[in-house]
């Protein structure tokens, strides 16, 4: 059975068949609105959406305040609730528990707000309708990703439903997101199916959370959202490859360096809680400092999405993207050297002076930064740009197979081949 064709996503006004497929000019071709009539409605449609959210939004900020002022002194807690202990460190820093429980949901405010006004943003000035569903998916990122609907579902059992809705949409939009992106069709075709497993594991966990319990359906759940995932992912990357064209491959890169930093951020700091874990039990470093620097990581999705679609052609994300890669594997890397020379090397010569072999490995840090940054430049210079850097071994190279070149029309294609292979160009 195939699945039908979403309304509105094909390039031209008539209904495409299942078995119909686009050619590249018409997956490149944006498909826009061209009546005023529906350009209203679509966006009508949006703001009702948006208030709906914002409503549930705000009634579960209320409950989420409650909940962060009442400590916990079971053996389970929710999420980001205190513990006696927790409470005891935040209040010898001065801080009551009045701070904690604002201070959590004025970053919750925060980034709603961003997602919303981003949204609305790309509602005002688009007509694509690519561009208006990625409006829809922000609204509902912002204000039911975080606990939104779990926490309004406790507190008001009545609104259960509606925001267990908006829940689900808001996992739904993602995967759609993810499969459609950027020109609004299914490309490879069978992605439609990654979405569909994806929206169903989405639904399992948002209509019937009790069923996770059970270990098979919890392992069938986690297997289902990987594949899924990994499958639509990996469409996203045939379509930057194979059926974008320069316009969207530069949008491509956008959401897809704002995915992989807000990620990479969350797995840094969880690496570095393991490695250096608080002298206090308490925790309160990660019930304070952790929270911001989520946010501030996870603000990086909906920024490079709402840049992909307004201002791609302004700013290149290639050096962004060449920068992140340096500055991320060499404090990856200064972090591991760090840990070596203290950890292993002080245990080896069982040195109690744990200053001085804090200095050495700081000396040894300081010694190691400039050519490791060097050698590590060079490595992604490599990987993006091909030979760019080393002009000389690409004409050595050009240099020999000419000359192992007998038939001449042979020499225009291999000149054209040595090209695009030393810079890494379509």
């Known amino acids: 059975m195939n699945l039908p064709q979403i309304p509105g996503w094909t390039s031209t006004g008539n209904a495409a068949s299942p078995e119909a497929s686009p050619s590249r000019e018409e997956e490149a ?10 350009l209203t409605l679509a966006r009508a449609a949006w703001a009702v959406v948006a208030i709906v959210a914002i409503v549930i939004f705000g009634v579960s900020l209320s409950a989420y305040y409650d909940r962060l002022q009442t400590v916990c002194t079971g053996s389970t807690c929710a999420d980001s609730q205190l513990t006696p202990e927790n409470l005891q460190a935040i209040e010898g820093f001065g801080l009551p528990l009045d701070f904690y429980a604002g201070y959590l949901v004025a970053l919750a405010i925060i980034f709603a707000g961003v997602c919303l006004v981003l949204a609305a943003v790309i509602v005002w000035r688009t007509q694509d ?17 975080p606990q939104a609907p779990q926490t309004v579902a406790v507190a008001h059992p ?18 759609l997101f993810i499969n459609l992106f950027p020109h609004g069709r299914f490309v490879p075709r069978w992605t439609r199916w990654a979405a569909v497993v994806w929206i169903a594991v989405a639904g399992q966990g948002v209509f019937f959370p009790d069923s996770l319990s059970n270990p098979w359906l919890s392992l069938l759940n986690t297997l289902g959202f990987m594949g899924a995932a990994g499958a639509s992912l990996g ?26 930093a807000a990620l990479g951020v969350a797995l840094g700091i969880a690496l570095l809680s393991i490695v250096f874990p608080e002298p206090r039990p308490s925790g309160l470093l990660s019930k304070l400092l952790f929270p911001s620097v989520f946010t501030l990581a996870f603000l990086l999705i909906p920024v490079s999405i709402a840049v992909a679609i307004l201002r791609y052609r302004l700013w290149d994300v290639d050096f962004i993207i060449n920068r992140t890669l340096v500055y991320g594997a060499l404090t990856v890397c200064v972090v591991g050297v760090y840990i070596l020379v203290v950890g292993y090397l002080g245990t080896l010569l069982r040195m109690g002076d744990n200053l001085f072999v804090s200095l050495v490995a700081t000396g040894v840090v300081a010694i190691l930064f400039a050519p490791l940054r060097n ?35 042979d020499v225009l294609p291999t000149i054209v081949e040595t090209v695009r292979d030393a810079l890494r160009l379509p």
């Open 158 to 175: 009545i609104l259960s439903w509606l925001s267990q809705g908006l829940g689900f949409l808001g996992f739904a939009s993602i995967a």
């Open 129 to 145: 309708r690519m561009a208006l569903f990625v409006a829809f998916a922000l609204v509902l990122f912002g204000t039911t990703m």
């Open 375 to 409: 050698w590590l430049q060079r490595g992604v210079n490599r990987l993006m740009y091909g030979e760019r850097d080393e002009p000389y071994a690409v004409v050595s190279r050009l240099g020999r197979r000419l000359e192992a070149t007998l038939a001449p029309q």
């Open 235 to 260: 469409a996203l990357v045939y379509r930057y490859r194979r059926r974008a064209d320069p316009i969207q491959r530069q949008q491509i890169k956008w959401v897809v360096f704002g995915i992989v």
């Open 29 to 38: 071709r944006p498909a826009r609105i061209g009546s005023r009539r529906w």
